[in-house]
Structure formats: structure tokens, C-alpha cells
């Protein structure tokens, strides 16, 4: 059925639709707008209501309305202040815009009103009608925002387009849905579309209720419980008891005043204490304080012990656990006289740096027992966290102390003997430098105040005796290393290995495997040959894993022989341990041409390093190998270098680099080598070879060079002495300006070893070369 067009005036609305047969009253404010509206009452009242596409738009082109809207009658008109009018208007049917006649000063467009086909006697749209009516039967009941009268209103409605307008002017829905619901002119197409958006609103509506009855659930479970604390309080008043909250209170509060804490300490303690009755028990907040105040209860604000003061049995201890290291010895012992002469010193900072093995770590606990002091270690090895010496801040989530804080508590004084095992294994990253962190640790005038970012207290370091060790120094920031004594430690010599095996070492793995000494001893040879031929190190470590085998196989030979004792000889410890592993002077017997034997210090004690050197025809090209490092090879550049600037002065054709090549290499290639101590080593070796005069076999050389021949002095000695006297060596060539370090070699190392000192190269040469007669 068609109906004739219309010329009406025309307002866009903003997230409003309006459908056939509905009622709705809205503000106007736009002066377009208000112009259409007063158009319209001149004309039958019949005005064209079209949602715009974009609420947000103030001005919209007619481009930016939808082109079906809803014609309506205009029943009142309500102005309003402040330029706004109120109007009531009721949908009579769709309507589509055809064109648009004027867009000033108020927008009139012709439109078509769209009639719908009804199909009342169709079964489809009755069952569409049904399940309609049903589903917002249930959204009614779901949301609640509505009246179940809508729906006995509804029941007399036969027309399906009239239902599914009435339903949708209802639904809270956006407006692209609505005008999907208005563009719809079959009215089946349009109860199809209503109903599936009716199942999505209701699903949504399961979800939310269902959010809802859970957090009810919860909110209705912590007051329940809040309530029947509150009544348990209040009965346990009305009983004159006190209740689990108040003892807990009571007891911190008589550990705070029984402790002898600091005032500010004190106070803290306090503040804290009243946070946590304020909080309750069952916060989190209150977790974390009773853990804070846990930990200022345990830590050992005042409590000491009293240090032996007695200097003889200090010696005696220290003598009895450990041989040699007199350096260290000598140290505690200056210590202690000085404390006993004058109570307000401050602890030392002892930096113990050696090779492994030496004992460092272990005569630090024989320092605590000397002076009767409890002992912490804290190993700093892969350490890369700036926390782990200051520790983590208490907002952070599981906030713990550092863990020098952890080991004054450990130590439970607080004057402990402190150990920082393997400071020179620090590293850092992103998190901080743990270096850094420890300045303040280790400085005697700042450690008196250390604070402790979990704490964040001042805690007194100052009456802790501090001792550090490390390998080597070289990884040590030089800040850190400044706070420092140290005191070297280095390798052990064949004596002094013996002495510690013979009265520490087999005492000790003897009494590990529960074994009698006079079950299992030791001849001296037995122990001098497991030193020289089956170890190899600066310390003494292998030495006792060596012992310890070789206790192992003699206690299966007791057990399988039936034996009730046995004297371990050198024969027995050829069978125990297999073939010799390590010789020395079976290679050196005799001179060779451009042999000749250097020293070399490592992070593991002293070493022997051979130089080879060997002329070939060729172009006067320089061939190094054996995995130098570049100090090495400048040394052994600038060697050629003199050797090519001197050949005539030691009968060397002035030319021979336009004929020969020269090949330097260090054995045992698969060991990187580097330092500038192989300087002289490697020019004797090439003068040797060109000038065709072997070197003494028994001669052993450290030494840099320079390109005048001056020989300068290296670090170090006292290790490489060792190892030339593990090598067999008997005559030691060393810089004339290292005479001075030849105090710290060991008397039955110095006078079993000729030391030569050198001040130019020439010295050098002149002892280590074999003259032609």
C-alpha cells in the first residue's frame, strides 16, 4: 500500500532512535533544531526524527544522517532556560528521505513513509511473536529495570511489526543496533533480529549476574567474619581474657624492653609495634611488620664476647693449625698486643690474597678460635646484585635484609670474625654493583653507621674484624681494594708441604675415616714423593686429595689382608697412585741451542715456561706461536728488535734477517700465555740460536725488556722461585731492581738457588750462555 511522500522538516538526532508507536520526550538545544521544531507546528505538527551517525558531531552534513528515521507528531512543547526546549512527540511510521529540499536556516528533506506488509494469520510470525514475548518475558525479570505490566500490555498486540517496535523502544541497546531494528521493513526479518539481540542481552546479563552474586559472596564473608571477631573480643572482655591479637602485642612488647636495644632502635621498634595493632593480624600489612620486627629482635645490637687478649696462646693456636703464613700470623698477633694496650681499636680489614689451596679461608676460622670470637662466611662468588650486601626495600614484595645484615644475625655478636670469601669473584649487571655496596662495609670511619635499605637503621660494624680473600687482585676496583691490608699469601714450599701433610693432613683424613694413627703411618719419603711426583700446585689441596686416596687403598688392604697396621713407603704409594704424573729434571739434562727455561706467575702459584726458538731460511719474518698473548708478543718484537739493532756485538751477521726467519714458540700451546716477564727469556733464546751457543740446561731467567737492553723488574718472585726449585733448577737470573722481594723467599729455598741479578742484558747472557772455548 503506498502512501503519497512528504515535505516535512527534519532534526538529526544524537544517540536517540525513535520507533512507530512510541512516546518519548527530549531536549532540543541546537538552533536548527529549534527552527525545525517551530516549522513543524505551523505545519499539522509532523516532524521527520533521523538519528545522526556520530553522536559527537555538532553540525552534521547530510552525508553524516542515516537516510530512515521515524515520522512523529509533536503532542507538547516545554521551553525551557537557558535556550533549550523540551518536546513530547509519538512515532507514526517509518520513513526514508528521498532528498533533501533546504539545509538552512533548518533541515526539510521530502520522505517516503514506509508501510510493512502484516502477516497476522502466518504460523511463523505467531511463533516469532511467542518466543518474543518469552524471551523479554526473562530480560524483564534479569535486568529489573522494567515492569512485568509492559508484558500484559503486550499481550493484546496481534500486529508483529507493532510488537517488535514496542520491545525494541524498551531494550538499552546502542545505536547502530536500534537503526538496524528501524531499517528492518519486514516485520518476520525484524522479530528474527530482535530475538537474537534479546539472547545476547540476556547472556551478558547471566555473566554480570553471576560477577555479582560472587563478589557478594565474598564481600558477605569477610564481614561475617569481621563480626564474630568482634563478638570473640567482646566475650573474651566480658571473661576477662585477652585475645590471641593482645598476647602477641604483649609478648613483642616485652622482647622490645627486655632487649638492650638503641634509643632510635627502640623507638622504631615501638612505632612499629603500634602499626601492627592498628592493622590487625590478619592483613597483609601486619605479615610483613611481624616479620621486621622479628628480624630487629634477633640481631645483636649490644651483645659481645670478650676477645683473648692472651698473646702466647693466640700463637700457640694459630701455630697449631697452621704452618707457615707467618705474614698473617704476625698480623693477628700485632693485632692483639695493640688491643690489649689500648681498647678503642677498630677492627682491621684483612685482605688475604694467594693461589688456591694455601689455606686462606681456613686460617681465617683459626683466627676466630685464637680470639674467641664467633665466626660468619659470606661467600661472594657470582655475586651481581647490589641487594645482596644492602638488601631489598620493604616495599618491595618478600623484602629480606642483606646478607651481611643475615650474618651478624648468624653471628649473634657484635663483634664477629666476618670472612668474605672470594671478593674478587664479584660481577655486576643491571641491578647495581655489589662492589659499590660494600665501600661502606669495608671502611673502618663509615662502617660504624652501615644502613641496611631493608632495615633502614644505622647498624655498627665498626668492632667487626673483617677479613677478605681473593686470587688475584687484578678484578678488585681499586676503591675497594684502597679499604684494604693486604697481605699475600703465596705457595708452599717442598718443606713446608711436608711439615702440613705430616702433622695437619693425615691427622686429619686419618681421623675422618675413623682410623687410629698408629694403624696407617707415613714414612717421610712416602710424603716427599707424593709431593714431587704426584702433585703440582701452589697449595695443598690435591696434596690431601692424594693423602686421602692413598689412606683409602691402604684400608682395602687391611681389610682384604687382614692386617692390623701399615707403614706406607714410597713402594706402596707407586702402587697405590699409578706412574709417576710430574717429572722436572729428566728434560733438562742438557745445554740445547735456543732452549731456554722462563717463569711465569698464574692465579695458581708459580710456573716453569720454556721458550723455544729456531732459525730457518727465509725473509727475516717473525713466527710466534704457542697461544702468546699481546704483551708477549711485544716483548718478543721488541727482542728482535734489539737483537737486529746489536748482531755484530754478539758475532751475528748484521744481515741475517734478509735470509733467515725466526720461529719463537711456547710449548703446551692449548694454554694462553701473556706478561712482560718473558722479555729477556725470549732474546737469550734468539741470540743463542744465531749466535750457535747453547744455554746452561740448570739456568732459569724472568725479566722485561726494553730496546736499550735494560732489564726491568717483574712481580711475583717468591712463586716463580718456587717453581724453578720444583723444576730442578739450581742457578735463577732476576732484575737487579727485585733484589729487595728476595726477603720473602723461604730460607731452604734460598739456599738451595744461585740468584743472579741483572741490571742489563748483557748480565743476562753472560750466565746463561756457554762460551766457546
Not at 516549522?39 to 556520530?54: G, H, P, Y
Not at 730496546?707 to 730442578?728: D, H, Q
Request: charged fraction near 30%; charge should be negative.
Amino acid at each position: 500500500m503506498e502512501q503519497d511522500n512528504k515535505n516535512l522538516p527534519l532534526i538529526p538526532l544524537r544517540g536517540i532512535t525513535i520507533f512507530p508507536y512510541m512516546v518519548m520526550h527530549f531536549d532540543v538545544g541546537r538552533e536548527k533544531s529549534i527552527l525545525a521544531l517551530e516549522e513543524a507546528m505551523l505545519n499539522e505538527q509532523e516532524i521527520f526524527l533521523v538519528s545522526q551517525k556520530d553522536a559527537k558531531i555538532e553540525e552534521p552534513k547530510v552525508e553524516e544522517i542515516y537516510s530512515i528515521g521515524t515520522i512523529c507528531t509533536i503532542k507538547q512543547i516545554l521551553k525551557l532556560p537557558g535556550n533549550t526546549v523540551r518536546v513530547l512527540v509519538e512515532g507514526i511510521s517509518r520513513a526514508r528521505i528521498i532528498k533533501y529540499i533546504q539545509d538552512e536556516p533548518f533541515y526539510r528533506g521530502e520522505v517516503e513513509p514506509l508501510v510493512e506488509v502484516e502477516y497476522s494469520s502466518d504460523k511463523k510470525c505467531e511463533a516469532l511473536m511467542r518466543k518474543a514475548k518469552d524471551i523479554f518475558d526473562e530480560y524483564i525479570n534479569m535486568s529489573g529495570n522494567m515492569t512485568s505490566e509492559l508484558l500484559i500490555s503486550m499481550d493484546d498486540l496481534e500486529s508483529p511489526g507493532r510488537l517488535a517496535d514496542i520491545i525494541s523502544s524498551y531494550l538499552m541497546l546502542k545505536g547502530d543496533k536500534k537503526q538496524e531494528l528501524l531499517e528492518a521493513y519486514d516485520a518476520e526479518e525484524r522479530l528474527e533480529k530482535l530475538i537474537y539481540i534479546l539472547n545476547n542481552e540476556l547472556d551478558i546479563l547471566k555473566i554480570e549476574r553471576k560477577i555479582g552474586v560472587k563478589v557478594k559472596k565474598n564481600i558477605d564473608k569477610v564481614q561475617r567474619e569481621y563480626y564474630l571477631r568482634e563478638q570473640l573480643k567482646a566475650i573474651q572482655e566480658e571473661l576477662g581474657e585477652d585475645d590471641e591479637d593482645k598476647k602477641e602485642i604483649n609478648k613483642y612488647k616485652n622482647k622490645i624492653n627486655k632487649a638492650k636495644l638503641p634509643k632510635s632502635v627502640k623507638e622504631k621498634a615501638l612505632y612499629e609495634l603500634d602499626r601492627l595493632k592498628n592493622s590487625g593480624s590478619y592483613s597483609a600489612e601486619g605479615g610483613v611488620i611481624r616479620t621486621y620486627l622479628d628480624w630487629m629482635l634477633e640481631l645483636p645490637w649490644n651483645a659481645e664476647t670478650d676477645d683473648n687478649l692472651d698473646v702466647k696462646r693466640a700463637r700457640e693456636v694459630l701455630e697449631k693449625e697452621h704452618y707457615g703464613l707467618e705474614d698473617v700470623k704476625d698480623r693477628i698477633i700485632e693485632y692483639l698486643a695493640v688491643r690489649k694496650m689500648s681498647n678503642s681499636l677498630k677492627g682491621p680489614i684483612l685482605c688475604l690474597v694467594g693461589p688456591p689451596g694455601v689455606g686462606k679461608t681456613s686460617i681465617a676460622r683459626s683466627i676466630a678460635n685464637a680470639l674467641n670470637r664467633n665466626f660468619v662466611r659470606m661467600s661472594l662468588g657470582g655475586v651481581r646484585d647490589e641487594a645482596e650486601i644492602r638488601g631489598h626495600r620493604k616495599t618491595y614484595v618478600g623484602a629480606i635484609p642483606g646478607r651481611v645484615i643475615y650474618g651478624m644475625k648468624q653471628a649473634k655478636t657484635r663483634n664477629p670474625l666476618f670472612l668474605l670469601d672470594e671478593i674478587d669473584k664479584m660481577s655486576n649487571d643491571f641491578r647495581g654493583d655489589p662492589a659499590d655496596a660494600l665501600l661502606e662495609v669495608l671502611d673502618a670511619e663509615q662502617n660504624s653507621t652501615f644502613r641496611d635499605h631493608y632495615l633502614e637503621l644505622d647498624f655498627d660494624l665498626s668492632k667487626v674484624l673483617f677479613i677478605t680473600t681473593a686470587n688475584s687482585l687484578d678484578t678488585i676496583p681499586r676503591p675497594l681494594l684502597d679499604r684494604m691490608e693486604v697481605i699475600e699469601v703465596s705457595g708452599y714450599t717442598y718443606e713446608e708441604k711436608f711439615h702440613i701433610a705430616k702433622n695437619h693432613l693425615i691427622p686429619k683424613q686419618l681421623k675422618e675415616h675413623n682410623i687410629e694413627e698408629q694403624s696407617i703411618t707415613f714414612a717421610d719419603s712416602a710424603i716427599y714423593n707424593v709431593i714431587e711426583n704426584y702433585t703440582r700446585e701452589s697449595g695443598v689441596r690435591s696434596l690431601e686429595r692424594k693423602l686421602a686416596a692413598v689412606i683409602r687403598k691402604t684400608i682395602a688392604e687391611m681389610v682384604e689382608k687382614d692386617k692390623k697396621s701399615i707403614n706406607i713407603t714410597t713402594n706402596h704409594i707407586k702402587k697405590y697412585l699409578g706412574p709417576v704424573i710430574y717429572t722436572y729434571d729428566k728434560t733438562d739434562k742438557e745445554d740445547k741451542l735456543g732452549v731456554v727455561m722462563g717463569m711465569a706467575w698464574t692465579g695458581y702459584g708459580g710456573d716453569t715456561l720454556p721458550v723455544e726458538v729456531t732459525v730457518m731460511p727465509g725473509n727475516g719474518k717473525l713466527e710466534l706461536t704457542g697461544q702468546l698473548g699481546d704483551v708477549m708478543k711485544e716483548s718478543a718484537r721488541a727482542g728482535f728488535s734489539y737483537v737486529r739493532a746489536n748482531a755484530s756485538k754478539y758475532g751475528i751477521s748484521p744481515d741475517f734477517y734478509k735470509d733467515k726467519d725466526i720461529h719463537i714458540h711456547a710449548p703446551e700451546g692449548a694454554v694462553p700465555k701473556d706478561g712482560p716477564s718473558a722479555g729477556v727469556t725470549m732474546i737469550t733464546a734468539m741470540i743463542s740460536v744465531l749466535s750457535n751457543k747453547k744455554v746452561r740446561h740448570n739456568v732459569a731467567m724472568t725479566g722485561e725488556i726494553t730496546l736499550t737492553g735494560r732489564v726491568l723488574p717483574i712481580g711475583g718472585l717468591k712463586e716463580k722461585s718456587l717453581a724453578a726449585f720444583r723444576a730442578g733448577i739450581d742457578t735463577v737470573i732476576i732484575p737487579k731492581d727485585n733484589e729487595k722481594d728476595m726477603l720473602k723467599i723461604p730460607k731452604s729455598i734460598k739456599s738451595k738457588l744461585k740468584f743472579i741479578l741483572a741490571d742489563k742484558i748483557d748480565d743476562v747472557l753472560t750466565n746463561a750462555l756457554i762460551s766457546e772455548e
